[in-house]
Structures are given as structure tokens and as C-alpha cells.
């Protein structure tokens, strides 16, 4: 995924702020591209298919460096969309989702799986080349299910409730929307170019009415102001629709 760097964002900004050090437009400049991803919606993702391990439910979000998941629009287990639940509905319906392996100790998870044949005195083909197969013990999955909902627990990490089983292959697609942590050079080409004129505007709306500058302007500031706000709708409208175009038709009721 090719990234813009917000430095290439400067001969924009820097013209209104005369004076203004580089590094301190940078870093506005990249707040105010987390606020108009926060906005708009606009940086959306697709996560690489994935399967569920049996008895866990704790995950981490597959995504880019230097990201942050904003939003999830849709969770897929097996095509089918699992319920997204706030973490208060989570905890009412699966009151023991914090059981990773049913509540079994770790060392419970390959107890019936043949040891390794590592670090053997005796070396064969016969010996090294199969490998041992992995059995999965009843207990591990006791209080599994299929699973149904997905919540979030902290902003890198998700739930899938309740615990899968051992039943199905659980193949799972994500969908959401990211925005740049804190730290973030850069993010992704197209959607910086996307959204520029937003994060420009917005950038310069926070510099001009910075006190105790040469630049401080809060005239201008109102006037990068409600350029952001429009340009921050405008992109956030143009992300819903997106390369489509909605259409208004009437349909008037039939008289007996």
C-alpha cells in the first residue's frame, strides 16, 4: 500500500502560517487527518480472510502500520454477518466470554497431541519427517458455540462471542474504517489525496489561532474553518456513495 508522507501536505499550509516551524505543521497536519478520518470514514479497509482458532475468542486487528481501527462496518464468519454488540450487551449475554479455552489451563490445550520428537537421540528419516498430529481435547471446547457476535475490547483488539468450537471452519472478513495513530509520517496515498483539501483546511483552522505567534489570525482561522467543515462533509457524503450515484424516483398509490 503506497503512503503519502503529511510533509507533502507544507507548500499548502506554510504560505498562511509565515513563520511557523516545519515539525509543528506536520504534526497539525496529521491531527487534523485523524480527525477527518474520524469524520468522514473515508480510510476503509479490508482485513485478509482469517480462520477462528477452536476456544479462543480474543483477536487482533490485521491492519496496516501505523493505524488505528476507527469503526467496523461488517463482520463475516463463513459469509454470514455476526451481531455487533456494545461491551455492557456483551457481558450480559455471554457472562463467561473471558474463558479463553473454556476456562482450562493453557498446558490442558496439548495434552493429548504426541510430544515432538525434537531433540531425540535417535535420528531417521522415518522418525523426523512426519509430523505430530494436533488432537484438540473435548475440554477445550466445552462451552464453545458457533459463533454469533463480535464486540470490542480494547481499540486494538476484538471478541468474537460466543467461544468458537470445533464443528466448522470458521473462515472470518472484516471490514472498518482506520485513521493514523499519533506517531503516524505518513498514510495511504489515495485516501490522503482524497481527503487533502479537509485535512489542509483543518490544519490551518488549529495553527491560526495559536496564541502568542507571529501568524495568529483568527479572521482567517473562521475562514479555514467553515472550509474544513464543508470539505470534511462533503468527503464524508462523497464515501458513503461512493463511485455510485443514488437516484429519487416517486411512486404515486394505485386508486381502486
Not at 93 to 122: C, F, N, Q, R
Request: net charge negative; proline share 9%.
Amino acid at each position: 500500500m503506497p503512503t503519502r508522507a503529511f510533509s507533502d501536505l507544507l507548500p499548502k499550509i506554510l504560505p498562511s502560517v509565515p513563520g511557523c516551524p516545519q515539525p509543528l505543521a506536520i504534526q497539525h497536519a496529521r491531527d487534523a487527518a485523524i480527525r477527518v478520518c474520524e469524520r468522514t470514514l473515508a480510510w476503509r479497509y479490508a482485513q485478509p480472510k482469517f480462520q477462528l482458532l477452536p476456544g479462543v475468542f480474543d483477536y487482533e486487528y490485521q491492519k496496516p502500520v501505523d493505524t488505528e481501527v476507527y469503526a467496523v462496518f461488517r463482520v463475516l464468519v463463513n459469509d454470514s454477518p455476526l451481531e455487533v454488540l456494545t461491551l455492557e450487551q456483551a457481558l450480559d449475554a455471554y457472562p463467561e466470554w473471558a474463558d479463553i479455552y473454556s476456562g482450562e489451563d493453557p498446558s490442558e490445550l496439548w495434552s493429548l497431541t504426541p510430544p515432538s520428537y525434537m531433540g531425540s537421540d535417535v535420528y531417521d528419516e522415518t522418525e523426523f519427517n512426519p509430523g505430530s498430529p494436533f488432537v484438540l481435547p473435548d475440554s477445550i471446547v466445552a462451552k464453545a458455540a458457533q459463533p454469533r457476535s463480535v464486540t470490542q475490547l480494547s481499540p486494538d483488539r476484538y471478541l468474537v462471542l460466543p467461544l468458537p468450537d470445533a464443528e466448522d471452519t470458521y473462515t472470518v472478513r472484516m471490514f472498518y474504517a482506520l485513521r493514523p495513530t499519533r506517531t503516524a509520517v505518513g498514510m495511504d496515498q489515495v485516501v490522503l489525496s482524497e481527503i487533502e483539501e479537509a485535512v489542509v483546511h483543518a490544519a490551518l483552522q488549529q495553527l491560526l489561532v495559536m496564541p502568542g505567534v507571529a501568524w495568529n489570525d483568527r479572521e482567517l482561522a473562521s475562514y479555514h474553518a467553515k472550509q474544513a467543515l464543508y470539505a470534511t462533509t462533503e468527503r464524508r457524503a462523497r464515501a458513503n456513495l461512493m463511485a455510485g450515484r443514488g437516484t429519487v424516483s416517486a411512486r404515486f398509490p394505485k386508486f381502486a
